[in-house]
């Protein structure tokens, strides 16, 4: 699976990593993962790091799907960084299906991950 991720309960911070060849069950499967880890809370903020995915085979329901789960709460900061436009459109559609979620965390894409930390108000 191309996607693991890290917790840092010090800062508060879940860091998701996707690289290779990213698929709608990859993603699911990280949040399923993700939830059930006992170090987990959805109060965490979230740096998503996509710059190391080549292809996404994720259809636009998919991504929806994704957007519109409540893996994260409301008070939850989550940042992805994509260095692709193929990455980067995917997850302006998640942000955007992702603000009419019925708790929707506040979310931004980047380009690059020094904006990305300083958008969380984070130290690398």
Sequence with gaps: MPV????DKERRLVRSFGWGDLTFADLRQHQQTLRADPDFDPDFDQ???LSGVVSVAISAHEVEQVAYSDLFSANSHRAF???SQLAYGL???FQAHHE???APSKTMVFTNMSEAL???NKKD
Excluded: K
């Design 47 to 49: 740096l998503g790091d």
């Design 4 to 7: 693991r991720f890290e917790i």
């Design 81 to 83: 960084v994509a260095s």
């Design 91 to 93: 997850l302006r559609m």
């Design 100 to 102: 009419f979620s019925s």
């Design 118 to 120: 300083e958008w969380l």
